[in-house]
Nanobody, 125 residues
Framework: VQLQAFGGGLVQAGGSLRLSCAASGRTFSSDAMGWFRQAPGKEREFVAA????????DYADSVKDRFTIYRDNAKATVYLQMNSLKPEDTAIYYC???????????????????WGQGTQVTVSS
């Protein structure tokens, strides 16, 4: 299984970015997916997760109402639309797959089986 995350970049505060995570090598549509981020000197933290069908999602309080996670199973891709970005959103963003999970992806890294390589998001003030 391979996950490739891309779409990061440098953006001013208040701007938007859309991250994508393309999966290959297994049946993507049976996996719950999640996005995590890690800032320098900090632990990896939960951002958002979605169930296999895309019907249900979960968000960290810090990104609720600003970020949206969604997926296109036909394209084996999960997205993270990030609006109203803040400098504190600066981090490396990782996508992850929790294979075979029926419900929403977990809020902790442990249950996830596969991880993408990360994409840098930098928000300037």
């Amino acid at each position: 299984v391979q996950l490739q995350a891309f779409g990061g970049g440098l953006v001013q505060a208040g701007g938007s970015l859309r991250l994508s995570c393309a999966a290959s090598g297994r049946t993507f549509s049976s996996d719950a997916m999640g996005w995590f981020r890690q800032a320098p000197g900090k632990e990896r933290e939960f951002v958002a997760a979605i169930n296999w069908s895309g019907a249900t999602a979960d968000y960290a309080d810090s990104v609720k109402d600003r970020f949206t996670i969604y997926r296109d199973n036909a394209k084996a891709t999960v997205y993270l639309q990030m609006n109203s970005l803040k400098p504190e959103d600066t981090a490396i963003y990782y996508c992850a797959a929790d294979t075979g999970r029926i419900g929403i992806g977990a809020r902790i890294p442990g249950p996830y089986d596969y991880w993408g390589q990360g994409t840098q998001v930098t928000v300037s003030s």
